[in-house]
Nanobody, 120 residues
């Protein structure tokens, strides 16, 4: 069983910054890709950014140049630094991790979500 604990959401003015954190824990073999997704009201959940265990990253076009994803493998934690925030970034942000269990089965787990609201 994998647990993901997210933190760092909140209310920020346009142009501001926030940093999200997601700490993963569980009795598993290895955490692989970790990423952030978001879901705005009335819209489908979408990928924001993903990072491999080796540090390769991929971003949605809408956040490139403004958001930075990083991870600390020793702490099993993934971060999302969000700068130059826009009202359209308002959404619930979810952390997701892929992992291998001790049977080497590929599984994934989601966090509970953290609200990010960008408004003046």
């Amino acid at each position: 069983q994998v647990q993901l604990v997210e933190s760092g959401g909140g209310l920020v003015q346009p142009g501001g910054s926030l940093r999200l954190s997601c700490a993963a824990s569980g009795s598993i073999f290895r955490f692989n890709d970790m990423g952030w997704y978001r879901q705005a009201p009335g819209k489908q959940r979408e990928l924001v950014a993903v990072i491999t265990r080796g540090g390769n990253t991929n971003y949605a076009d809408s956040v490139k140049g403004r958001f930075t994803i990083s991870r600390d493998n020793a702490k099993n934690t993934v971060y999302l630094q969000m700068n130059s925030l826009k009202p359209e970034d308002t959404a619930v942000y979810y952390c997701k991790t892929d992992y291998l269990d001790y049977g080497f089965r590929k599984e994934d787990s989601w966090g509970q979500g953290t609200q990010v609201t960008v408004s003046s």
